[in-house]
């Protein structure tokens, strides 16, 4: 028995209401994206190895060279797809599917790609562990989208495109809200968090500032 086990759940409830407190300070206003954090255990997401850092706020690895985007970064991104329980969504890139989770407590619907066939799989078996029956998974290339489910309410990529792709944005529902990271792939370069609201007129662009996320890489993965 680990007898360590429950001093670090302790831990980890204390540091989860912090982590809340401080998405407040940096100025996360909306209860219900705070509320929905709340409730993911993001230890369960992460190797048991940074379980011990999972309120902090930090992007933490996942494996086939991936990361779990900072909690801040989820909080802001959720925060502005602005989903309500009507609404249909697409994510492209799963990864440990804990943003997939975060937005499934809040959408109607959740459409999620993945182009690594280890992380896909234990995303859901993370949804079905948690009874989430609202998202539908798939293993692909995400920079295609899902044409066979468009159009989608929202859009969000959470590995960074080199321009707003506009394919995803062809899937993107008029009166949609897409969130994609955009910029330079190398790992001094700079990237730029857009949101993109299509309106009848055209395309209104946010710059919600500098981030840093994996690369948007095409096709599916080789198996490891
Ligand atoms: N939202 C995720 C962040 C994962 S990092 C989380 O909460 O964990 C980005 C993910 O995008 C990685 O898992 C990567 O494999 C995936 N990815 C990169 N390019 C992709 C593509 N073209 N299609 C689908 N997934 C992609």
């Known amino acids: 028995m680990n007898r360590l086990r429950p001093a670090l ?16 300070r940096l100025g996360v206003a909306d209860e219900r994206v705070l509320e929905a954090i709340g409730r993911v255990p993001r230890e369960q997401f992460v190797p048991e190895a940074f379980q011990d850092r999972a309120y902090r706020n930090l992007a933490l690895p996942i494996g086939h060279q991936q990361t779990i985007s900072q909690p801040w970064v989820v909080a802001r991104m959720t925060e502005a797809l602005e989903v309500t329980d009507r609404t249909k969504v697409l994510e492209v890139g799963t990864g440990c599917g804990y943003q997939s989770v975060v937005l499934s407590l809040l959408c109607r619907r959740l459409y999620t790609i993945e182009r690594h066939k280890g992380l896909k799989d234990e995303a859901e078996r993370r949804f079905r562990h948690f009874g989430l029956t609202n998202i539908t998974t798939h293993l692909g290339d995400g920079s295609l989208g899902w044409p066979e489910q468009a159009p989608f309410e929202r859009i969000i ?68």
């Open 9 to 24: 759940e302790e831990a980890l409830a204390a540091e989860r209401e912090e982590l809340l407190e401080s998405l407040r």
């Open 157 to 224: 990529v959470t590995a960074a495109a080199e321009d707003i792709p506009p394919v995803l944005l062809s899937q993107l529902a008029e009166g949609g809200i897409m969130i994609v990271p955009v910029g330079s792939q190398a790992s001094d370069g700079e990237q730029r968090l857009y949101r993109v609201d299509k309106g009848p007129l055209g395309l209104e662009i946010e710059d919600m500032g500098e981030v840093r996320f994996v690369p948007l890489v095409a096709g599916v993965a080789a198996p490891a």
